[in-house]
């Protein structure tokens, strides 16, 4: 029996073991997926306190369930680990690594190069390897298949198969998560597509494969260039709306009621999140080595980068016309979550904001019910203070930086001296409010 | 009985008479809309010839079925006429002028001057006055109202009420028409508001009303520059992905599986129509009043601008791998309206594509089963030729330029020697189809 033939024996018979590489908001549902089917997973972090929490069944993904979390590891079907020896026991390894930028905005790869080589060195013949990673395309063919054949010695098509498959994970979405979120997939052969359809398919309820990897690897960034590329548009346009007297978002609810051809985007204090600010940069880097500019992407990152300073200049203004200044005016931010109802403040534009008010003078002080404690990008350390009577009438402005579900807004109208509405929480008519 | 009541009173009976101003894809099937709920429709134009046909029942837009048309004139619920001193007779214009560009790319608003200056003339006191032509946002309130107030002599709000309602036509579409697409409505007053609302209800499912005629007229720029910013988008990524060896139709298909948070648009030879190609421009005319750069619209039209001169190029690449050049090749072009199964080549950007590989000697031929005779910007007129295995066979290359549902893919690849396909109709994998 031959590699191929053997692995997708042990699949139809369930007995494949599955190893997870990172176990962040991807990493962990998927394997908790995974393991809900009865399949053996291993989850491999770095990080020994996730896996510790992992191994006590402690949840620390709001999307998990903290009960399934807890049944898939008494069940003995999850198991999480910080030794990569131990990956030599799997017969599919999905990575699940971070892909950020660094601080130049250019991609940091060291993720994905720390696990291929690790993959390399550990695993066994006969393994699946799929990516899930964002990333740039061509990713999976000219960057993680040398790292593999030269740590492993081995031939990629006879001893291994590798693929990439993009996460399409949504926080906080209660429609869609994990299971029933179709899949697309691209494999660099045929039988490696094969397997991790056979794979794949266990887990989600729809695969879409497609005829390559650096296929599925634009996919993704379609999808979330897509999402800048008109959240950026949208912005752009609420700054001109504001200075001709439109409010852009009547302008938006009814845009929405034509039936084909339109989908809304809402303006914001700017882009944040793990995906949207980071992805279209993964492109743009590639794009160079093509001889390509992506005027676009260029525009779009050019007005999202600025928004959070339009947003300051709007509390100033706000502030400004009753007749305070920001230096030593206390500014209250009502979240820094970068989207509602989720516990992740990630590229937040409220923390760059709170930074440059800072820098101004300003008091800063913050309340979040999902993050109790932050570090802006600059350094500075805040804790989330309680959302009250006595904090809001003492704030000069309260900044609706998130809109979380459990924000009252008649109780924030009711006693909050100021208010600037980066959200459109509150109808328009109340004076002492500003809106973006 | 004042004016509101008057005019509230005679729509509650139907005795009502509207003006349709402007009989073209958006005024005619408009008013044949309310001439078949029985109401009195005049339509004024000033082009005899459309007076002339629509007064005997024959029908030039294809969304129209010529039965409807004949049965609304025969009935005379509808007729038509240049004489605009007739304005006086309605109780309610709709103005559906062209608001097309200049050759600078400036709005050319000779036509809603035009139209405001006879209305204003010849309009009697109590009329409802509604703008459907796409424009910027202040044109009802800041262009139109001084005209009509000057040309008549009387006063807003007691004599006259002005709203706008962006037409939202989409030329083809078998699902959305005219009366079951919802219709945005903003006018200057409560009472016009109301007015406007009891009008438009006979021919218009549903009504939605906004605040201001400047947040409808900013509704439908948003519409179409969503659509302009996507399209452009896609076809930046299209031209990448050529280059990377990434086939983006493939992409595009698969991004289309994720079921939230993405709206699939796709490339093309260029944007085409009267609509994408204009509408961003009124916007930015405006923007520059208020100082206001609109770098996402600036990006996007620069790319599609562009577009048919990169389609030029493909064409140049596919022949000269068959060791010919564009000059003295005949080229034959697969269709020359904006969209498919419509008669429309107003900013076709397949006119331009002939004007260019006209311009580098190469021999143009087209076919398009909607359009007998074209005239391209440059002045060429040509006529369309059959689409036969002769004509197929004797093109050094084919240019499949509109996507019409009559051409059968099979028999032109069986008869092409040389094919570039700019709308993904052909499959992958035939070697003398260049694709875009």
Redesign the interface.
């Known amino acids: 029996m031959n590699n191929t033939e053997n692995i997708l024996t042990k699949i139809k018979e369930n007995k494949e073991v599955i190893g997870v590489v990172g176990l962040g908001y991807v990493g962990l549902p998927l394997a908790v997926n995974f393991a809900e089917t009865g399949i053996k997973v291993i989850g491999f972090d770095k990080n020994p306190d996730k896996v510790d929490k992992i191994n006590h069944g402690t949840n620390y993904i709001e999307d998990i369930r903290d009960a399934v979390l807890r049944e898939v590891v008494e069940s003995i079907a999850l198991s999480a680990t910080t030794d990569f020896t131990r990956l030599k026991e799997c017969d599919a390894l999905l990575i699940c690594v971070p892909t950020p930028l660094d601080v130049f905005k250019k991609p940091d790869m060291s993720y994905v190069e720390s696990a291929c080589t690790e993959i390399g060195k550990y695993m066994k013949a006969g393994t699946f390897i799929s990516l899930e990673s964002t990333t740039y395309?061509?990713t999976t063919e000219e960057f993680m298949l040398p790292i593999i054949e030269r740590e492993s010695g081995l031939k990629h098509g006879d001893d291994f198969w590798l693929a990439y498959s993009p996460e399409?994970v949504?926080p906080g979405?209660k429609?869609?998560h994990t299971r029933n979120?179709?899949k697309?997939l691209g494999a660099l052969t045929g039988d490696g597509l094969q397997i991790g359809q056979a794979i794949y398919e266990k887990a989600i309820d729809?695969i879409?494969p497609?005829?390559s990897p650096?296929?599925?690897e634009?996919?993704k960034i379609?999808?979330n260039?897509?999402?800048l590329?008109?959240i950026?548009?949208i912005n752009?346009?609420a700054?001109?709306?504001g200075?001709?007297?439109?409010?852009?978002w009547?302008?938006?609810d009814?845009?929405k009621?034509?039936?084909?051809?339109?989908?809304a985007f809402y303006p914001g204090p700017g882009i944040g999140g793990h995906c949207i600010p980071l992805d279209p940069f993964y492109?743009e880097h590639?794009?160079k080595k093509?001889n390509?500019e992506?005027?676009?992407i260029?525009?779009?990152g050019?007005?999202n980068m600025r928004m959070p300073h339009y947003m300051y200049i709007k509390i100033s203004t706000a502030l400004n016309r009753q007749k305070k200044a920001v230096n030593g005016s206390k500014i209250f931010f009502l979240g820094v979550a970068y989207k509602p109802n989720i516990n992740d403040e990630r590229e937040s534009p409220a923390l760059e904001i709170m930074d440059t008010v800072a820098h101004k003078g300003g008091i800063v002080m913050y309340n979040d019910p999902h993050i109790p404690h932050v570090k802006t990008n600059e350094g500075f350390t805040y804790s989330s203070i309680g959302l009250n009577e006595k904090n809001l009438a003492n704030a000069d402005c309260v900044v609706l930086t998130t809109n979380h579900n459990s924000y009252n807004v008649d109780f924030i109208q009711q006693h909050a001296k100021l208010i600037v509405d980066m959200r459109n929480m509150i109808e328009e008519g109340n004076d002492k409010v500003y809106k973006l």
């Open positions: 395309p061509t399409r949504d979405n429609s869609f979120t179709p697309v729809s879409h497609v005829s650096r296929i599925a634009m996919v379609l999808e260039t897509y999402r590329v008109n950026s548009l752009e346009l700054l001109l709306a200075k001709m007297d439109i409010n852009i009547e302008v938006i009814a845009a009621t034509k039936p084909f051809g339109f989908q492109l590639i794009a093509f390509f992506l005027s676009m260029h525009a779009a050019h007005i």
